[in-house]
């Protein structure tokens, strides 16, 4: 036996503590402390070789300067407001591209030139039709069912329908399908697809009159509801009362199979007005939730909407922006069936109702909300883009944005920092997507008066090593017909003893949106079971998926569709795995 | 008892621990630094990063490997999740509802070598050391052994594994290499390509993909959709010995793992409830799966009567002949003689080598016992484990005793089993899953579905060869390592991390 000698060396005490320590030269490993007083010493066990917490934030890489987007959402009063960006995959190659509302500058469409896990890439469209300008903000959507994405273009005037062709190109399609969304300075959008319809409806969510005397306090424009009619669409309808809205979200807030719509309007403008909620039944005229039917005052600075079924009910919780601070609107346990919410943001700690860096100590001025999973350990996260209307100066004006983490206890705590996500440039709308392909969700911010930026989500990595945090699904419901994406369905996702749902919209945010794969951090879960309600409430069944993939779930199929991302092929590389 | 007393008591056995080294030291006795009285079984943790930097040296990582294998666990080291259940997902449960051990839905095992013991620590177990599996994290605290609630699983040997994993990984790289060929060939074409997936000889059927990227999977066989040959388990649901050990740690002994359980993914540090916490640290885990990736590889040794050896080795033949080798596969070549830990085919949950500065990496062919293996002139290992790491369905009407479960484990169906592997069979009676038949010929006439025609075809065999292929099964044995104390020192490899992981 030969047996080479070994010491000193490092081990870790059984309390946790890190010592330098003698071993015995022999094969019987012996206790190595010879202290008793160092045995008590107490530390985190084994944490020193570990990185760190899951629970905590990935890191966000800026790379802005290197994505090819250069683009800046500018002007003045009517471009306080809005200031939003779409994602969706306009080449059918997989990567969400972007298309950045730009107020008096051009919008302008960036098709994602990245490649699976590495730096973001973009490149402006040059010549699209979509460059307009005056827009707020863009919602993708395949109004026609052709498998392509449209674009909702919001703007301040004329908003635009454009039908999208394949390969980036699109066509203003308002004539054709018969849209007119009026000439307003529109700022929110939602869509659907009522019961039985084969053509979405639209809600179309207006600011304020700007020619109205007496301006522009207590001024609001209507909101119009365009329903269906024939293979297009109807006249719209103006819907009142209309209290600024600058936030729109067709929602199936107690999971009946209809859709409402509600609505975050600005105390600012309004008088007498009140957030909303919409009832939208088949063969009914619109009518507002009112108190006698549990509805409860709401009066903030609404901005944003973003659902998310954060108590597994398979009803959503609202996550509302506005100034100071922010809300999260929770069904009563005991609503009865009613529209009855209250707010657990104190409870949750989402009310970020301060900036937490920048030394600024007025209240914030929260933006576009968006429940995202960005470090993939199962518990939903929370963003708030943030920044001052303009000059407001009881606002803050360093008002860093919020990336709010979610904690397995329930609550929420502030991860911006650690994220490396903290910038005083005032923003305004945003967007999670899986840009790159590698499972983690990085982040586009467009700002006011200042460039959007790009971050890239390298997890517990670096930009030149990102290492992925937890495991992932990517969920994408297909069905035949013309709601193609199944909007307003649901997909249920159950690993081991928790479920995740998401609700299946269009609309929300901060003149913000996203289509595409449906992104669901599952933590440690090397696999999940996977259903869709589809839109007609009929719920599909329980397919199994195996973590970090792609799937896509198609009506009436029992099996799942792996979809594969356009990874570097080695074996025509010259083999260069081996 | 009066304060001043207390405190004199106090201070007198401090003054003894405290000298006790001192005296011994003095009296050029040998020193056992362990505090009289002391009832932990773990004397102290590795870190993982020390191992990585090439502070500890393997035969440290090894010995205390083995030490934690075999350790009997106690309340002292963090034994027991009474908050916790057995599911692989950190799950709670209200304490207190079933006793600290629970024979059926465990923690059952006082360590890891309470089963795995014969012949030797690392091998397999008897029937009564069968385990109870659930895979619904909801029913975990079942107290029966109905196969409606539970899977039952008899303890696999785990010598040789260390080469069974890197195979795993090799063919995990080639399948996903091809997989990932075709589709660039489908993207690049517009049409979609249909590719036979096979590794080392081992075809895991086809896939065909379509140029919008969706995978058509209708023809996969034997492995998952994520194309991950996974070695480890009788369904082949764990991907790494350390994806098992981790789980196994937790169901069996309570001993939860810090990467798994620990405040990374749970918030907390005492998930299991036990008053002491998580305790096992990533480097602990390392060198528990490091003594197992060194337990060296079975061999073949034949009788030395010269009836019997003449007899083994007609057996073999036979073996071949009859098509066993289809799944039995007699050999299958290693590319890389390197076993790289944590493997890259860990998922989070289980420590990945992202998560490291370096991985720790083992040249297999520098083991003390690797002379018996049969390593080619250009360096790569022949591996004679009798099996293809894929899964078959190995049941029907006709011989329906391998499906006897009731419950499919991790998506794969109640029928389908991982090719056991047969290099230690005849060291590890009884046999089957379930540990439940006794004799190799009654196994191999319980084999039905895929392997009906090879089964038939030893049925058919006169008695005497069939006793012949049983002759040359016994002969593949785990042998007692006379060399497991020598040097492992030159083992370390400063190699640079096989890259057998695609994207």
Same mark, same amino acid.
């Given at each position: 036996?030969?047996?080479?000698?070994?010491?000193?060396?490092?081990?870790?005490?059984?309390?946790?503590?890190?010592?330098?320590?003698?071993?015995?030269?022999?094969?019987?490993?012996?206790?190595?402390?010879?202290?008793?007083?160092?045995?008590?010493?107490?530390?985190?066990?084994?944490?020193?070789?570990?990185?760190?917490?899951?629970?905590?934030?990935?890191?966000?890489?800026?790379?802005?300067?290197?994505?090819?987007?250069?683009?800046?959402?500018?002007?003045?009063?009517?471009?306080?407001?809005?200031?939003?960006?779409?994602?969706?995959?306009?080449?059918?190659?997989?990567?969400?591209?972007?298309?950045?509302?730009?107020?008096?500058?051009?919008?302008?469409?960036?098709?994602?030139?990245?490649?699976?896990?590495?730096?973001?890439?973009?490149?402006?469209?040059?010549?699209?039709?979509?460059?307009?300008?005056?827009?707020?903000?863009?919602?993708?959507?395949?109004?026609?069912?052709?498998?392509?994405?449209?674009?909702?273009?919001?703007?301040?005037?004329?908003?635009?329908?454009?039908?999208?062709?394949?390969?980036?190109?699109?066509?203003?399609?308002?004539?054709?399908?018969?849209?007119?969304?009026?000439?307003?300075?529109?700022?929110?959008?939602?869509?659907?697809?009522?019961?039985?319809?084969?053509?979405?409806?639209?809600?179309?969510?207006?600011?304020?009159?700007?020619?109205?005397?007496?301006?522009?306090?207590?001024?609001?424009?209507?909101?119009?509801?365009?329903?269906?009619?024939?293979?297009?669409?109807?006249?719209?309808?103006?819907?009142?009362?209309?209290?600024?809205?600058?936030?729109?979200?067709?929602?199936?807030?107690?999971?009946?199979?209809?859709?409402?719509?509600?609505?975050?309007?600005?105390?600012?403008?309004?008088?007498?007005?009140?957030?909303?909620?919409?009832?939208?039944?088949?063969?009914?005229?619109?009518?507002?939730?009112?108190?006698?039917?549990?509805?409860?005052?709401?009066?903030?600075?609404?901005?944003?909407?973003?659902?998310?079924?954060?108590?597994?009910?398979?009803?959503?919780?609202?996550?509302?922006?506005?100034?100071?601070?922010?809300?999260?609107?929770?069904?009563?346990?005991?609503?009865?069936?009613?529209?009855?919410?209250?707010?657990?943001?104190?409870?949750?700690?989402?009310?970020?109702?301060?900036?937490?860096?920048?030394?600024?100590?007025?209240?914030?001025?929260?933006?576009?909300?968006?429940?995202?999973?960005?470090?993939?350990?199962?518990?939903?996260?929370?963003?708030?883009?943030?920044?001052?209307?303009?000059?407001?100066?009881?606002?803050?004006?360093?008002?860093?944005?919020?990336?709010?983490?979610?904690?397995?206890?329930?609550?929420?705590?502030?991860?911006?920092?650690?994220?490396?996500?903290?910038?005083?440039?005032?923003?305004?709308?945003?967007?999670?997507?899986?840009?790159?392909?590698?499972?983690?969700?990085?982040?586009?911010?467009?700002?006011?008066?200042?460039?959007?930026?790009?971050?890239?989500?390298?997890?517990?990595?670096?930009?030149?090593?990102?290492?992925?945090?937890?495991?992932?699904?990517?969920?994408?419901?297909?069905?035949?017909?013309?709601?193609?994406?199944?909007?307003?369905?649901?997909?249920?996702?159950?690993?081991?003893?928790?479920?995740?749902?998401?609700?299946?919209?269009?609309?929300?945010?901060?003149?913000?949106?996203?289509?595409?794969?449906?992104?669901?951090?599952?933590?440690?879960?090397?696999?999940?079971?996977?259903?869709?309600?589809?839109?007609?409430?009929?719920?599909?069944?329980?397919?199994?998926?195996?973590?970090?993939?792609?799937?896509?779930?198609?009506?009436?199929?029992?099996?799942?569709?792996?979809?594969?991302?356009?990874?570097?092929?080695?074996?025509?590389?010259?083999?260069?795995?081996? | 008892?009066?304060?001043?007393?207390?405190?004199?008591?106090?201070?007198?056995?401090?003054?003894?621990?405290?000298?006790?080294?001192?005296?011994?030291?003095?009296?050029?006795?040998?020193?056992?630094?362990?505090?009289?009285?002391?009832?932990?079984?773990?004397?102290?943790?590795?870190?993982?990063?020390?191992?990585?930097?090439?502070?500890?040296?393997?035969?440290?990582?090894?010995?205390?490997?083995?030490?934690?294998?075999?350790?009997?666990?106690?309340?002292?080291?963090?034994?027991?999740?009474?908050?916790?259940?057995?599911?692989?997902?950190?799950?709670?449960?209200?304490?207190?509802?079933?006793?600290?051990?629970?024979?059926?839905?465990?923690?059952?095992?006082?360590?890891?070598?309470?089963?795995?013991?014969?012949?030797?620590?690392?091998?397999?177990?008897?029937?009564?050391?069968?385990?109870?599996?659930?895979?619904?994290?909801?029913?975990?605290?079942?107290?029966?052994?109905?196969?409606?609630?539970?899977?039952?699983?008899?303890?696999?040997?785990?010598?040789?594994?260390?080469?069974?994993?890197?195979?795993?990984?090799?063919?995990?790289?080639?399948?996903?290499?091809?997989?990932?060929?075709?589709?660039?060939?489908?993207?690049?074409?517009?049409?979609?390509?249909?590719?036979?997936?096979?590794?080392?000889?081992?075809?895991?059927? *086809?896939?065909?993909?379509?140029?919008?990227?969706?995978?058509?999977?209708?023809?996969?066989?034997?492995?998952?959709?994520?194309?991950?040959?996974?070695?480890?388990?009788?369904?082949?649901?764990?991907?790494?010995?350390?994806?098992?050990?981790?789980? *196994?740690?937790?169901?069996?002994?309570?001993?939860?793992?810090?990467?798994?359980?620990?405040?990374?993914?749970?918030?907390?540090?005492?998930?299991?409830?036990?008053?002491?916490?998580?305790?096992?640290?990533?480097?602990?885990?390392?060198?528990?799966?490091?003594?197992?990736?060194?337990?060296?590889?079975?061999?073949?040794?034949?009788?030395?009567?010269?009836?019997?050896?003449?007899?083994?080795?007609?057996?073999?033949?036979?073996?071949?002949?009859?098509?066993?080798?289809?799944?039995?596969?007699?050999?299958?070549?290693?590319?890389?003689?390197?076993?790289?830990?944590?493997?890259?085919?860990?998922?989070?949950?289980?420590?990945?080598?992202?998560?490291?500065?370096?991985?720790?990496?083992?040249?297999?062919?520098?083991?003390?016992?690797?002379?018996?293996?049969?390593?080619?002139?250009?360096?790569?290992?022949?591996?004679? *484990?009798?099996?293809?790491?894929?899964?078959?369905?190995?049941?029907?009407?006709?011989?329906?005793?391998?499906?006897?479960?009731?419950?499919?484990?991790?998506?794969?169906?109640?029928?389908?089993?991982?090719?056991?592997?047969?290099?230690?069979?005849?060291?590890?009676?009884?046999?089957?899953?379930?540990?439940?038949?006794?004799?190799?010929?009654?196994?191999?006439?319980?084999?039905?579905?895929?392997?009906?025609?090879?089964?038939?075809?030893?049925?058919?065999?006169?008695?005497?060869?069939?006793?012949?292929?049983?002759?040359?099964?016994? *002969?593949?044995?785990?042998?007692?390592?006379?060399?497991?104390?020598?040097?492992?020192?030159?083992?370390?490899?400063?190699?640079?991390?096989?890259?057998?992981?695609?994207?």
């Amino acid at each position: 036996m030969n047996i080479k000698p070994w010491s000193p060396k490092t081990v870790i005490a059984r309390s946790g503590a890190t010592k330098q320590s003698t071993v015995p030269q022999t094969g019987l490993l012996r206790f190595a402390l010879n202290d008793t007083a160092k045995l008590m010493v107490v530390a985190c066990l084994g944490l020193a070789s570990t990185p760190a917490l899951a629970v905590d934030a990935p890191h966000f890489v800026d790379e802005t300067a290197s994505s090819g987007i250069d683009h800046k959402y500018t002007g003045g009063w009517e471009f306080y407001v809005g200031g939003g960006v779409a994602s969706f995959d306009c080449e059918g190659k997989g990567f969400p591209s972007v298309f950045i509302a730009g107020g008096t500058s051009p919008a302008a469409l960036y098709v994602n030139h990245s490649t699976v896990g590495g730096p973001l890439k973009f490149e402006e469209v040059k010549d699209s039709p979509l460059a307009l300008k005056n827009v707020t903000g863009a919602y993708p959507i395949d109004i026609d069912g052709d498998g392509i994405m449209d674009l909702v273009v919001l703007r301040v005037g004329e908003s635009v329908v454009f039908k999208g062709l394949g390969g980036c190109k699109f066509q203003r399609a308002n004539e054709m399908w018969g849209f007119d969304g009026g000439n307003n300075w529109t700022t929110a959008f939602s869509a659907m697809w009522e019961q039985g319809q084969a053509w979405p409806t639209f809600a179309i969510g207006n600011y304020v009159d700007r020619n109205a005397p007496g301006g522009p306090f207590g001024t609001c424009e209507p909101n119009y509801l365009i329903r269906p009619q024939g293979g297009h669409f109807g006249p719209r309808v103006a819907l009142s009362p209309s209290y600024c809205a600058l936030s729109m979200l067709f929602t199936d807030w107690n999971h009946d199979g209809h859709p409402a719509l509600r609505i975050a309007n600005d105390r600012q403008y309004y008088r007498g007005g009140q957030d909303q909620l919409l009832k939208l039944e088949p063969g009914q005229p619109p009518h507002f939730y009112g108190l006698a039917e549990g509805w409860r005052k709401l009066e903030i600075w609404g901005m944003g909407i973003a659902g998310y079924d954060l108590n597994g009910r398979g009803k959503p919780a609202y996550a509302i922006t506005s100034m100071a601070d922010q809300k999260l609107q929770v069904l009563d346990k005991d609503a009865d069936g009613n529209p009855s919410y209250a707010d657990e943001a104190l409870a949750r700690h989402t009310t970020a109702p301060h900036p937490y860096a920048g030394g600024d100590v007025r209240p914030s001025t929260g933006w576009h909300p968006e429940f995202v999973d960005v470090n993939n350990d199962g518990y939903i996260d929370l963003f708030i883009s943030k920044g001052n209307v303009s000059k407001m100066g009881d606002f803050a004006n360093k008002d860093p944005s919020n990336l709010l983490l979610g904690q397995p206890d329930g609550t929420f705590k502030e991860g911006a920092m650690e994220a490396g996500l903290v910038n005083y440039d005032s923003a305004r709308g945003a967007v999670f997507a899986d840009f790159n392909l590698s499972g983690m969700m990085s982040l586009i911010v467009v700002n006011r008066e200042a460039s959007t930026k790009v971050y890239r989500n390298v997890g517990w990595g670096t930009e030149e090593h990102p290492v992925p945090m937890g495991n992932w699904l990517a969920i994408r419901a297909i069905e035949p017909g013309p709601n193609r994406n199944a909007v307003g369905g649901w997909i249920e996702l159950r690993s081991g003893s928790r479920s995740y749902r998401r609700e299946l919209t269009v609309g929300g945010g901060d003149a913000s949106g996203e289509a595409g794969w449906v992104h669901f951090g599952i933590g440690e879960a090397e696999r999940a079971l996977v259903r869709v309600q589809w839109p007609d409430g009929t719920w599909g069944p329980f397919v199994k998926a195996i973590a970090n993939n792609y799937v896509q779930i198609n009506r009436d199929d029992i099996a799942p569709h792996y979809w594969l991302p356009p990874y570097a092929d080695t074996a025509s590389a010259g083999d260069a795995v081996k | 008892m009066k304060q001043w007393q207390l405190l004199a008591g106090v201070c007198a056995l401090a003054s003894v621990v405290a000298l006790r080294p001192i005296l011994a030291e003095d009296a050029q006795a040998p020193v056992d630094p362990t505090p009289i009285g002391d009832e932990h079984a773990v004397p102290y943790h590795l870190n993982e990063a020390d191992i990585e930097a090439g502070k500890v040296p393997l035969e440290q990582i090894r010995d205390f490997g083995k030490l934690l294998f075999s350790a009997r666990f106690t309340t002292l080291d963090g034994q027991g999740r009474p908050g916790a259940t057995s599911a692989t997902i950190p799950t709670k449960r209200p304490p207190g509802q079933v006793p600290m051990f629970f024979r059926t839905s465990g923690p059952e095992a006082d360590s890891c070598a309470g089963c795995h013991a014969q012949p030797i620590a690392g091998g397999s177990g008897d029937f009564v050391a069968n385990v109870f599996v659930s895979p619904q994290e909801n029913e975990f605290d079942f107290d029966t052994v109905e196969p409606e609630l539970s899977m039952e699983r008899g303890t696999t040997a785990l010598f040789g594994t260390g080469l069974i994993e890197i195979l795993s990984r090799e063919m995990t790289a080639d399948l996903q290499r091809e997989e990932h060929h075709a589709m660039a060939q489908a993207r690049s074409s517009g049409k979609p390509v249909r590719v036979a997936l096979t590794t080392k000889g081992v075809s895991f059927g *086809a896939i065909t993909c379509n140029p919008d990227g969706l995978l058509d999977i209708k023809e996969l066989q034997g492995v998952d959709p994520d194309l991950i040959v996974k070695p480890f388990g009788q369904k082949a649901v764990w991907s790494s010995l350390r994806h098992f050990t981790v789980t *196994a740690l937790s169901l069996h002994h309570g001993m939860e793992a810090i990467e798994r359980f620990g405040p990374r993914w749970t918030g907390e540090t005492d998930f299991g409830g036990n008053g002491v916490g998580e305790t096992i640290t990533s480097g602990d885990l390392t060198a528990l799966v490091l003594f197992q990736a060194m337990l060296p590889a079975p061999a073949q040794v034949l009788p030395v009567d010269a009836a019997h050896r003449e007899a083994a080795l007609h057996g073999e033949k036979l073996f071949n002949q009859i098509g066993c080798d289809s799944c039995h596969r007699t050999e299958m070549v290693i590319d890389t003689p390197f076993f790289t830990e944590p493997g890259p085919q860990n998922i989070a949950g289980t420590l990945r080598p992202e998560d490291v500065a370096k991985p720790y990496a083992i040249d297999m062919r520098k083991l003390p016992w690797s002379k018996r293996l049969n390593i080619r002139a250009d360096g790569k290992i022949v591996v004679r *484990a009798f099996t293809d790491l894929k899964r078959h369905r190995i049941a029907d009407a006709e011989r329906p005793h391998f499906a006897n479960e009731k419950l499919t484990q991790s998506f794969v169906p109640v029928d389908q089993f991982r090719t056991a592997w047969l290099w230690s069979i005849g060291s590890t009676a009884p046999y089957g899953h379930r540990r439940d038949i006794t004799t190799i010929h009654e196994s191999i006439v319980d084999h039905g579905g895929e392997s009906t025609e090879s089964r038939k075809a030893y049925e058919a065999l006169p008695v005497a060869d069939q006793k012949a292929i049983i002759e040359f099964l016994k *002969a593949q044995q785990i042998v007692p390592d006379d060399t497991w104390q020598a040097d492992v020192a030159s083992a370390p490899a400063d190699a640079t991390q096989p890259a057998n992981k695609v994207q």
